[in-house]
């Protein structure tokens, strides 16, 4: 610490202020002029300016522009990686920065509705909402959103979008007008068969006609032809021929494609063949060109990252050899504050350590005796009283049975102090079931739903016999306590957890009921899978339990 004071009171000594460089914009101008003639050069060029421009604004830009290059090549997670590196560099207190903020989550919308995330391209739709004052931009992300809600089947909701959107247009042309038109004439078919589109359909493509917008022409196509197949089969043929056509002319792989699809359910069968070969080929043809896409941007990022991380290195290797030349002439510092640095370090780590060691003891004695009792708890009590429940209603055991299940207890209880929790051998499902309709009665009626070897495949073996503990902890203080006729145990999982539902109509918990050892140790295994656990219960209603934990 000190030798480092001493080089920087030097280094400071010498230091000269210098004005703020200006930002250079020629590297971004030259990766701009390559976007509409060689998209792999553009991205080749903005992505250097991403890695090493120190304008915050130019990098988020340039990580912006990657996007959409990587989105219209069909890399949609690499473009959505590339949209999170331009937020990075981006505040929402900057007023500057909320033009390229709102181009970001608008596009990070578009991804998500292309992978089919409509609920969560809502979301960045009305983030791009909230940091855009521009009255042009406002519109194009509203279509944007409706889209997803009709995508997502939101029907009402895109309604009132379109709605709104249409009210706004003071003149009826223009391309985003047409597709608001298009988009809600669709929305009403979609709400009511029998609602008339057409008329809306052909008004929207006779004003792209008239403008020459081909793209749109191709939406209304498409649209009219989903339109007209279930009652006008001609006439849904005759448009999607008409967008077949266009996409070829407009070199538009996924508009081809989208065409095919419906030239295959419509045209007759002498040409179905023709339409669906086609089809075939050209889906391939644009899978290997997007595989190819993403490899070369992949190739492209590696390789930028290699060269900074070569230019680090040799920057490292420059300054170790500078830091080497000023150690040697003020070598004396360097020793003096080493020994001083490394003395006070010594005797901070030897406190410290002494410290530590000691809490480590003590916790280390707690958590000893907080697994023993746990242990004890689970492995000797439970099953002890276990066995005596099945002694109070079940006919009793032969006498050889019983000593096996005594001497079992005996044998865990004698081996406690050193014992590994291990996974429960053989069919943990069969296990299971019998350890919980063991505790079926001539009054007590105990059901299992969803106990199956598939679901606890899945589930860590190191967790199988926590799991087995805490049922048998709650099918115990079932028995002592709830006065309870009917038990329901539910196993199941969901996006990625296991749960167990625990119910029965006894007399449930009383409010601020201070729980056992029993269930405190409960609890600790739950945290110890990492798992939750909550309770729904009323006086007199009986309770329900729910345990979630993960799986693999």
Known sequence: MLALSILLFFAACQKVERPVPKTDWSLYRKAYTFLTIHKDSAFFYFNQVAVSSRDSLQAAMAYNIMAVIQSDAGDHFGAQE?????????????????STLANDYNELGMNSSDLGNYQAAIGFFDRALGV???????????NNKAFAYQCNKDYWKALALYGRLLAGFKEKKGADYTRTLTNEATVKWLINP??????????????RISENDHWGQNSSYINLARYYLPAKPDSSLFYSRKMYNVA????SPDDELEALGMLVKVAPAATTRFYFARFQRLNDSLQAAR???????????????????????L??????????????????????????????????????RKRKLQQAAEKAVAETTRKASKKVHDTVANDIYRIMKQIEYDAVPGKEQLLDEIDDVYQRARDISYELIEA????????????????????????????????????????????????QELMVNMVKHSNAENVIVKFGQVSGRCFITYTDDGIGLKQNCIFGNGLTNTGNRIKAILGEISFEHAAGKGVNIRITFPIN
Request: no cysteine; aromatic share 12%.
């Open 424 to 471: 429960p051998p053989g069919d943990f499902q069969q296990q299971l079931s019998d350890l919980l309709i063991s505790f079926s009665t001539d009054k007590i009626r105990v059901v299992l739903t969803g106990n199956d070897d598939k679901l606890w495949g899945k589930v860590n073996p190191a967790y199988r016999l926590e799991i087995k503990y805490i049922l």
């Open 194 to 207: 029998h609602y008339p589109a057409a008329g809306d359909l052909l008004r929207a493509l006779a004003i």
């Open 291 to 313: 595989n190819a896409a993403k490899n070369q941007f992949a190739l492209i990022r590696y390789n930028v990252e290699k060269n900074k991380a070569d230019n680090l290195r």
């Open 132 to 142: 855009t004052a521009d009255s042009s931009f406002i519109p194009v992300i509203l």
């Open 248 to 251: 070829r002319e407009l070199s």
């Open 82 to 98: 590339s949209l999170t590196n331009s937020l990075k560099f981006l505040k929402d207190t900057v007023k500057k920065q909320f």
């Open 315 to 352: 920057q490292k290797d420059n300054a170790e050899k500078a830091y080497r030349i000023i150690r040697q002439d003020y070598r004396f510092f360097f020793l003096l504050g080493t020994f001083v640095v490394l003395l006070t370090v010594g005797l901070f780590w030897y406190r410290e």
